[in-house]
């Protein structure tokens, strides 16, 4: 995101690119966001295109030159793309190689060879939650479905006491846990620590996940009793390998990112001194860039290697995996210049003059907001991505803890009700063979208790912390 410090904006050390009064800025928010929403919902537009058109409309009607706004948006844009987008691309290239190689079909088998019964549906959510720390939702979604029909119809369970806690670990880690893009850009936009959060984030996805998943999908089985769909479940990529990865091995491999970025923020705790030589190699193998770049280099071997591919396989297989994820660099990129927009527009020094005066705490009203934009957008990246811009100046004067709750507060937010508006919605639909009002029983009221009991872990550590 933007490269200019919290403190300069906290100061009013940026000329804003208008002098509009407060309420002619909470107008033009409202207008930017409300034309986002309406191209994205009702014109079905590309978000790229509904967030760079809301950046103008914004700019516009706060009365900005509109030569400004557009330096604006492509300098946010621009930075966005300069600070997540490598780290993206690494996360995709590492989840391609993940299913790909068979890896992932190899830590599926090896945990429900070991689950049975009652087990089963926790068995489920460890599956999702590992294998979602390195993909997107959606890949998440479309690798773990064969393995939730295989399991429901071989033991004969309800399709959402196995599908529920699969979702729920996949959507937690999508929502809270960096290397995924949304919290990603919102440690950005915050300054928050990476490692700091990524520690915090895990403390409070497993509770979540727990309530969310298995203990939820008791509820929703009876809700919505309904059996697997009589459907053919596709192939999966260690059908035609011949051989596959070790269990050891890729479970190694995956993890290896988050063990560097985790020792990275310990190292940061226990030395705490920039010029120390040991602190300043965990700096280097720690960031996330480099974190990532070694899980993708270590994955060629244990799980290209291991699967016997060729040089050439491997490099389809990279070249394959970057090509799916250029919507979401745009949208990524866009949402960082209509965050870039709002910023220069002064709006973020508004909602710090507003809220002097407000009792609420600036978590709950990161959270909301974000809730807010999720309802009216579905998309939990818009919704993060905007969130967190317009929070922003609100961590100036936060600690390292606070900043990262503040994050993990708008992650939260962002995952509220999933409901029509929602790509992921109509995904779940469609695999599980849903009607709209059942896909709304389980898989909305999931998403609001990952929300609800997200945000209320998060505002129970800024108590203690």
Known sequence: MTRLSVEMLAADAVEPITSAGHAQLGVAVLAGIAVIVLLITQFKLHAFLALTIGSLALGAVAGAPLDKVIVSFTTGLGSTVAGVGVLIALGAILGKLLADSGGADQIVDTILAKAGGRGMPWAMVLIASVIGLPLFFEVGIVLLIPVVLMVAKRGNYSLMRIGIPALAG????????????????????????????????????????????????????????????DRMVPARASEELEKRPGFGATLATMLLPVVLMLSKALVDIVVDDPAHKVQRVFDVIGSPLIALLAAVIVGMFTLGRAAGFT???????????????????????????????????????????????????????????????????????????????????????MSTAHTSLLVLAIGAGSLFFSHVNDAGFWLVKEYFGLSVGQTVKTWSVMETIISVVAGGLVLLLSLVI
Do not use: C
């Open 170 to 229: 996949l959507s937690v880690m999508h929502g809270l846990i960096p290397p995924h893009p949304g919290p990603l850009v919102a440690i950005d936009a915050v300054k928050a620590n990476l490692g700091v959060t990524l520690a915090l984030g895990v403390l409070v996805a497993i509770p979540t996940v727990i309530i969310a998943g298995p203990v939820f999908s008791r509820y929703a089985a009876r809700w919505v009793d309904v059996p697997a769909p």
């Open 311 to 397: 040089k050439e396989r491997l490099s389809t297989t990279v070249e394959k995996s970057l090509a799916p994820i250029a919507g979401i660099l745009l949208i990524v990129g866009a949402g960082g210049g209509f965050k870039q927009t709002l910023i220069d527009a002064g709006v973020g020094q508004m909602i710090l003059d507003i809220s002097k005066d407000w009792s609420i705490p600036a978590l709950l009203l990161a959270w909301l907001i974000a809730v807010a934009i999720r309802l009216a957008t579905g998309s939990a990246t818009v919704a993060t991505i905007s969130a967190a811009g317009l929070v922003a100046p609100l961590a100036a004067d």
